[in-house]
């Protein structure tokens, strides 16, 4: 493992840790910590590796953050995630690069539908979800009127699954690197 890479695992350590306080405390992620790592993040890669390719340099984290951020994309302009969300997954794509971008799309989808599932047993919202899906399926087949009840919305800060994730997916690559 290269300085480079310590450096840049640090600095989105830091990023993640202070993104999970304030996810969980205030229901926000910060741009001023994400666009300083996502700008970092790309000026180290063209600084050490130059321009590179899909697994190097610029365009790897170019690349990489763009495609984990837009996982997310879907999710915030439907209201159910909010946009702080998707610009710290750019900087973890945009540190991690291709093709360990890949284990933390994986491992950070993993973490957040344990942590989901763990929310609404602690809740005890289970069967109250359920139910939900199933009037939002109605929904859409025409079966009932948009106006039908539906559940509370629950806050699930998604910036732990995306640390937790992007950690696992650290290691997988730090054990893979030797």
């Known amino acids: 493992m290269t300085s480079t890479h310590i450096a840049l695992w640090t600095a989105l350590g830091v990023a993640l840790v202070i993104s999970v306080a304030t996810d969980v ?5 910060l741009d001023v910590v994400t666009y300083p790592l996502v700008a970092m993040a790309l000026g180290v890669r063209l600084w050490a590796e130059g321009v590179g390719d899909l697994e190097s340099g610029l365009v790897s984290g170019v690349v990489s953050g763009a495609g984990l951020a837009l996982m997310l994309v879907p999710a915030a302009v439907g209201g159910k995630m909010g946009w702080g969300d998707v610009k710290l997954m750019a900087g973890v794509g945009a540190v991690l690069g291709f093709p360990a971008v890949l284990a933390a799309a994986a491992f950070i989808s993993l973490v957040g539908a344990l942590q989901a599932v763990v929310t609404l047993l602690w809740h005890g919202a289970v069967w109250e979800t359920l139910a939900e899906v ?13 106006g039908a009840a539906s559940g509370p919305r629950r806050h699930i800060p998604y910036g732990v699954a995306i640390a937790l994730g992007t950690f696992w997916a650290m290691w997988w690559q730090h054990d893979r690197l030797g």
Do not use: C, G
């Not at 405390?25 to 992620?29: E, T």
């Open 134 to 146: 199933v009037r939002r399926w109605a929904v859409k087949a025409r079966l009932i009127n948009e």
């Open 25 to 29: 405390l205030r229901r926000q992620i």
